[in-house]
């Protein structure tokens, strides 16, 4: 089982930026799919990105051009850059990992603790 630990969350206004870290504690990383999700409460997780073990990478709609994702293979590490953050992308953001082409969060069985993005004025 691969542990992950996101970090980079917090409370940014209407239009700024953040950066989201996840951290695996496994030197295999590189072989695993990442995504992130958002969770709001009252509503099932949402993928926001994901990026494949080659690099490949796809955005949900509503964050595309918006939001990138990369990762670092030599730190274990995947990143999620936010820019032009709206209100509606208030949630809590979890990354998780599959060695699978899987796009449903019930697909993916490594999660993290996830980090709370709040974007309010």
């Known amino acids: 089982q691969v542990q992950l630990e996101e970090s980079g969350g917090g409370l940014v206004q209407p239009g700024g930026s953040l950066r989201l870290s996840c951290t695996a504690n496994?030197?295999?990383?590189?072989?695993?799919?990442v995504a992130w999700f958002r969770q709001v409460p009252g509503k099932q997780r949402q993928l926001v990105s994901f990026?494949?073990?080659?690099?490949?990478?796809m955005f949900g709609s509503s964050v595309k051009g918006r939001f990138t994702i990369s990762r670092d293979n030599a730190n274990n590490a995947v990143y999620l850059e936010m820019r032009s953050l709206e209100p509606e992308d208030t949630g809590v953001y979890y990354c998780?990992?599959?060695?699978?082409?899987?796009?449903?969060?019930?697909?993916?069985?490594?999660w993290g603790q996830g980090t709370q993005v709040t974007v309010s004025s």
């Open positions: 998780a990992c599959t060695d699978r082409l899987v796009f449903r969060a019930q697909d993916f069985a490594d």
């Open positions: 496994t030197t295999w990383f590189s072989n695993y799919n």
């Open positions: 990026i494949t073990t080659t690099g490949g990478t």
